[in-house]
């Protein structure tokens, strides 16, 4: 059964750096389309980024396009999102997704998603 930890939240400064990363256990990482999501404090749940199967193309929300880079290690079967440029609406816990089903351009709908992680917290604030 698919597995997934988040790692690598936490607390930073406005214009700050964090990367997060997205583990999985008992599945190859590869097969699979990884999404990235976040939820703030009285908001839904959104779509941050994703990547699809066997580096297929990645997508972005328009809010973090520039800033945040998702990639993938295949040898560490390991989604990582690099976030730059960070500001304090940034704050939110942050989920990793997968889904084996998606094919073509991963997409940032939370329902396409089957299998999620537990989520990391990431805070911005001076």
């Known amino acids: 059964q698919l597995q997934l930890v988040e790692s690598g939240g936490g607390l930073v400064q406005p214009g700050g750096s964090l990367r997060l990363s997205c583990a999985a256990s008992?599945?190859?990482?590869?097969?699979?389309?990884i999404g990235w999501f976040r939820q703030a404090p009285g908001k839904e749940r959104e779509g941050v980024s994703c990547?699809?199967?066997?580096?297929?193309?990645?997508n972005y929300a328009d809010s973090v396009k520039g800033r945040f880079t998702i990639s993938k290690d295949n040898a560490k079967n390991t989604v990582y999102l690099q976030m730059n440029s960070l500001k304090p609406e940034d704050t939110a816990v942050y989920y990793c997704?997968?889904?084996?089903?998606?094919?073509?351009?991963?997409?940032?709908?939370?329902?396409?998603?089957?299998?999620w992680g537990q989520g990391t917290q990431v805070t911005v604030s001076s």
């Open positions: 997704a997968a889904d084996r089903q998606l094919i073509g351009l991963c997409v940032l709908s939370r329902k396409a998603y089957r299998s």
């Open positions: 008992a599945v190859t990482l590869d097969d699979y389309a």
């Open positions: 990547i699809s199967r066997s580096g297929g193309p990645t």
